[in-house]
T-cell receptor
Framework: GAVVSQHPSWVICKSGTSVKIECRSL??????MFWYRQFPKQSLMLMAT?????????EQGVEKDKFLINHASLTLSTLTVTSAHPEDSSFYIC????????????FGPGTRLTVL | LAKTTQPISMDSYEGQEVNITCSHN???????ITWYQQFPSQGPRFIIQ???TKVTNEVASLFIPADRKSSTLSLPRVSLSDTAVYYC???????????FGTGTRLQVFP
């Protein structure tokens, strides 16, 4: 089956620093990738949708200048949390789709971000 | 986007069949119904997807009535390892964004 990886799997950083999270589709080309955030005991919250070669579409309430998304190739999307603060600590999950109607989205294993 | 409603939690015992029903009254004509499973600190894992009637794979069955306003995920003979959160989502193909609801937290007891 299709595999999506994320790197790093966990990261700890100091407040005010920026952190980049990578999402890769390993065995298929992903025309669209999605970024989610999940707080403990809560559901996944969609942050943004990114299509290869174009600007990401952010969900209402998500600061696009704080959460920079780049989808430069059909197998890689990155999420950069800029000037991270403790309230940004969360579990970040990406998903990818190949663009075939009816096919499921494939989710990455997630990245645990802890901001001190 | 169609909103989904499912029970917050369910309990079961090993070896039993578990049925989780999801309501999606506003499902659109081109929407598919997809179920995911999530373990703590892991990304969701695809279980099954359907459009209408019944779909079965090696791990589950999905029952969809003719009006498609609800769906039921059936897990045969659950084991302790099936303890997880199960999400029902509807969307028009995989390029359409998925909005996760609360999910159903299934607890399987020995």
């Amino acid at each position: 089956g299709a595999v999506v990886s994320q790197h790093p799997s966990w990261v700890i950083c100091k407040s005010g620093t920026s952190v980049k999270i990578e999402c890769r589709s390993l065995d298929f080309q992903a025309t669209t990738m999605f970024w989610y955030r999940q707080f403990p005991k809560q559901s996944l919250m969609l942050m943004a949708t990114s299509n290869e070669g174009s600007k990401a579409t952010y969900e209402q309430g998500v600061e696009k200048d704080k959460f920079l998304i780049n989808h430069a190739s059909l197998t890689l999307s990155t999420l950069t949390v800029t000037s991270a603060h403790p309230e940004d600590s969360s579990f970040y999950i990406c998903s990818a789709s190949s663009g075939e109607v009816g096919n499921e989205q494939f989710f990455g294993p997630g990245t645990r971000l802890t901001v001190l | 986007l169609a909103k989904t409603t499912q029970p917050i939690s369910m309990d079961s015992y090993e070896g039993q069949e578990v049925n989780i029903t999801c309501s999606h009254n506003n499902i659109a004509t081109n929407d598919y119904i997809t179920w995911y499973q999530q373990f703590p600190s892991q990304g969701p894992r695809f279980i099954i997807q359907g459009y209408k009637t019944k779909v079965t794979n090696e791990v589950a069955s999905l029952f969809i009535p003719a009006d498609r306003k609800s769906s039921t995920l059936s897990l045969p003979r659950v084991s302790l390892s099936d303890t997880a959160v199960y999400y029902c989502l509807v969307g028009g193909g995989n390029t359409d964004k998925l909005i996760f609801g609360t999910g159903t937290r299934l607890q399987v007891f020995p």
